[in-house]
């Protein structure tokens, strides 16, 4: 069995409009880099951070506290080094910590044997999601780990769904070089909904289902609408309307927030489609003189993944 092992992991959007806290999708063009090494000394070590000004302190420390909540559950008798690449800004909506999280508890699982299911690691990290965000939400872990689009039919208890990838599927994602903290842009939500709201809603949920399902990129666009979050995160994001709409002109089938924002995502028809999608959002900014960075990426369908050492 390995001793170490350095594996890839990917950025992800979460809700992908309509399912606030349930919907999300693994990406393949970005992600972090992690090294995670078995050790005889107890418990978690953060050896090497790059990339972002994060702490490594283990339980301040959104990997040491998922590698902490395997560790507790395990048999093993030794502990964990870790080191991490990050790629993946912080506060840019596109699943940082979820990265961090996920990629800490599937490479510990690998190097002990495999122990533990797909969904034991959800567990395990949406503990890292609990410390960044205050809630442990599992909509940007089930991707990172399963691969795809995933569902969580429920949180109670924990039943995720990895749903089916239409072949032609892409992603473009723009990121405005501004940081909205996910515990922030939660806290503007309101805690309930109109039943009017909902009906819409759920409809869009289960069409959006049906479309990935049945490969209906049509039905798929349809349904890529958020009547309950959108309409009150988008404040947070600089040009939100004018580069949901350009995208949509430029043949998005449909674009909305990526997870907590400020990241602005589309799913696209076709990597030229996505690239389209691209040049259209990236003139908005341009327009308005704010700097970003852009992601044009197929559909990553295994998740957190082994890299050559
Ligand atoms: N579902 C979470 C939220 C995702 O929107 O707050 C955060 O990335």
Redesign the pocket.
């Known amino acids: 069995m390995d001793k170490e092992i350095r594996v890839f992991c990917p950025a992800t959007i ?2 992908i409009s309509c399912g ?2 349930v919907l999300g999708v693994a990406l393949d063009n970005v992600g972090d880099e992690m090294v995670v090494r078995k050790t005889r000394k107890k418990g978690i070590t953060i050896t090497k951070l790059e990339g972002q000004d994060l702490p490594l302190e283990t339980h301040k420390n959104v990997a040491g506290v998922a590698g902490l909540a395997l560790l507790s559950a395990s048999d093993y008798d030794g502990g964990f080094e870790i080191e991490i690449y990050k790629k993946i800004k912080a506060g840019s ?1 596109i ?1 940082s910590s ?1 990265a961090s999280s996920a990629g800490a508890v599937w490479a510990m699982n690998k190097l002990l044997g495999e122990p533990f299911s797909n969904l034991d690691l959800v567990k395990f990290a949406m503990k890292g999601e609990e410390l960044a ?1 205050g ?1 442990p ?1 599992a ?2 872990v089930a991707p990172a780990i399963y691969g795809g689009f995933t569902l969580v039919r429920s949180y109670d208890p924990l039943d995720i769904i990895k749903i089916n990838t239409p072949s032609e599927l892409y992603a473009t994602v723009i990121h405005p070089q501004i940081e909205v903290k ?1 515990s922030d ?2 806290k503007i939500l309101k805690t309930t909904i109109s039943l009017a709201d909902g009906i819409k809603q759920w409809g869009n949920v289960g069409g959006l289902i049906a479309g990935l399902y049945t490969e209906d990129y049509n039905l798929i666009g349809r349904s890529l609408t958020d009547h309950i ?1 959108e309409p009150i995160r988008s404040i947070l994001i600089p040009a939100f309307d004018t580069v949901k709409s350009a995208s949509i002109q430029a043949g998005a089938l449909g674009c909305g927030i990526s ?2 924002g400020p990241s602005i995502f589309a799913l696209c028809k076709g990597k030229s489609s996505a690239i389209k999608v691209a040049e259209a959002m990236q003139k908005v900014y341009t327009k308005v003189g704010i700097t970003y960075d852009i992601h044009v990426s197929s559909i990553n369908l295994e998740g957190v993944k082994k890299m050559n050492p």
């Open positions: 979460a809700n606030f806290d909506g699943g979820a965000s809630v939400h909509d940007n996910t842009s939660r979050v997870g907590s």
